[in-house]
């Protein structure tokens, strides 16, 4: 009789513990999903809309006007900007004669 009780006993304590992990394991799956999951869902949209055609079509067209508005300027570059951009040009030379 004793015996059996022991056996009911285990038993009943296996089953609650069974329970009482499922629980467990759902809420932190629950608890996962609405703050982590969250942050990573909202990042992920983020990176879609950055990276989605037409955002990009309307960088490609957006590049496209300045080249044309660029090229309808009789200068393109300011005098220093020229002299920056070729000095530059000439250090760049340089080191790849370097190299060589």
């Not at 056996?7 to 089953?15: A, C, D, H, P």
């Not at 983020?46 to 990009?56: E, G, L, V």
């Amino acid at each position: 009789m004793v015996q059996e009780y022991i056996q009911y006993i285990k038993k009943y304590n296996m089953k609650l513990f069974v329970y009482k992990s499922l629980f467990t394991c759902l809420l932190i799956f629950i608890l996962f999903h609405l703050t982590i999951g969250y942050i990573a869902r909202s990042y992920e949209a983020k990176i879609y809309n950055t990276f989605s055609k037409d955002k990009i079509n309307f960088i490609k067209e957006k590049i496209r006007s300045e080249i044309k508005a660029g090229i309808e300027k009789d200068q393109i570059l300011s005098d220093e900007d020229t002299l920056l951009i070729n000095r530059f040009l000439e250090k760049i030379s340089k080191e790849l004669n370097k190299k060589k």
